[in-house]
Each structure stands twice: as structure tokens, then as C-alpha cells.
């Protein structure tokens, strides 16, 4: 599951009208749409899908149905249409930008992954608390002291924070994130984080996921 699947099944799930699962189905099949698209592909079927995804062809059928594309008898679904349809569903074409708290090693890989801005996201810059880390500058982005957001959020508007600190001080940072002025957390923290209900959280579980993926697999 890529970074770019992530950020924008997080940021869509708090304002669609869609249920989880479908958005998660309509992020995979975008992902297949892109491939078709750069391979030039025109069409694409219920089934195509399925099988790529390994998921039932009804479903599928469901869901594209429930974004208003139709498709043709034996020829499938125009892969231009069917793309555009959701990239507006899921504002893939509307740039969010967003700060990134925590200039540790995953900070700093979220910050470097160029393929965000393909999916509507754009890193403006990191903060931390670290002095040695202050002031260096990470693929273009600078690191600022913590103690800056809340002017950076007067003055950018940008209301969307990436956490990836300690599990120790993630709720304290998160308090300050709000104090500041964030309305959306993404929290890579291993911490469940507690929030005014005007503030909303997505907690990405990276060791859950993998304990699940484990399960599944029956990996030993």
C-alpha cells in the first residue's frame, strides 16, 4: 500500500459521503487506471479489475456505479472517464498542503516522497524540537523549531499535520497542534490520540497492519 493511497483515503474519509471501504476499492482502482492510462490503453472492465484486485466483480460494478460512469456491453469503462470521475471524487487534483511534525526518520522519508504531489499532497515543511536538526534543509524543505507553528499556520492557512514523533510526547504534541491551529492530524505515532471534536484524527497503524498482514498470510 503506497504513501500516496494513504494520504488520500486519510483526507477524503473525513469529509466524503462515501463509506471507508468503497473509497479504499476506488483508490485501488485509480492506481490501475493510472497504469492503463500511461500504457494507453481505452477500456477496462468490471472483470480486469476484479482479478487484478482479487475482489468480486459485482463490487466492483457496484461501486463505479455509485460515482455515475457507466460502462459499455463487452467493452468496459472508458479508462480517461473513469479516471477523471475519480480524480474529482477523491480531489486528487486539489493540492493540500500539509506540515510535518517530527524530523526523524520517517519525517523525513514522508517529506521525500516526490510522488505525493501526483496524489494532492504537498509537504511545506518540517518541525521539530531538536536543535541539530533546525535550520537543514530536507529536499528542499526546511526544518523549523516546533515552536514556530503556530505562526506558520497564521500566516500559510495550512491546517493539516503529519505527526511522526515518539509515542512518549505525541499527545502533548498533539495538544500544541491544536492550540495552533490543526484541524487535521495524520498520526504515524504508535499513540491513540485525544481530540476536540472539531479536530479529526487518522491513526495509521503500522505495526497493527502488520501484525494483521501476518494473520492473514500466516506468515511464521
Keep these: 500500500m503506497s504513501l500516496a493511497f494513504l494520504i488520500n ?59 455515475n460512469c457507466k460502462g459499455k456491453c463487452k467493452v468496459g469503462y472508458n479508462v480517461v472517464e473513469l479516471k477523471a470521475i475519480i480524480e474529482n471524487i477523491l ?14 526518520n520517517l519525517g523525513v522519508a514522508l517529506s521525500k516522497y516526490s510522488k505525493f504531489s501526483e496524489f494532492g499532497l504537498e509537504i511545506e515543511c518540517l518541525f521539530d524540537s531538536d ?11 526546511e526544518i523549523f523549531d516546533i515552536a514556530m507553528l503556530k505562526d506558520k499556520v497564521k500566516n500559510t492557512g495550512i491546517n493539516i499535520a503529519i505527526l511522526t514523533t ?44 502488520f501484525i494483521q498482514f501476518c494473520a492473514i498470510e500466516n506468515i511464521k
Design 9 to 67: 483515503k486519510v483526507f477524503r474519509i473525513m469529509k466524503s459521503t462515501l463509506s471507508q471501504r468503497t473509497i479504499n476499492r476506488l483508490t485501488q482502482y485509480y492506481t490501475i487506471l493510472r497504469d492503463y492510462f500511461k500504457k494507453n490503453i481505452q477500456n477496462i472492465t468490471s472483470s480486469q479489475i476484479s482479478q487484478l484486485l482479487d475482489i468480486d466483480e459485482t463490487q466492483v460494478r457496484k461501486d463505479i456505479k455509485s460515482i
Design 166 to 209: 515518539p509515542n512518549k510526547v505525541a499527545q502533548t504534541v498533539c495538544n500544541y497542534l491544536v492550540e495552533s491551529g490543526i484541524k487535521y492530524i495524520w498520526n504515524f505515532a504508535p499513540s491513540i490520540l485525544i481530540v476536540p471534536k472539531n479536530v479529526k484524527v487518522w491513526h495509521e497503524n503500522i505495526i497493527g497492519s
Design 91 to 104: 480531489d486528487y487534483k486539489v493540492i493540500k498542503k500539509a506540515f510535518v511534525i517530527g524530523a526523524g
Design 131 to 141: 536543535n541539530e536538526k533546525i535550520g537543514k534543509i530536507i529536499d528542499g524543505k
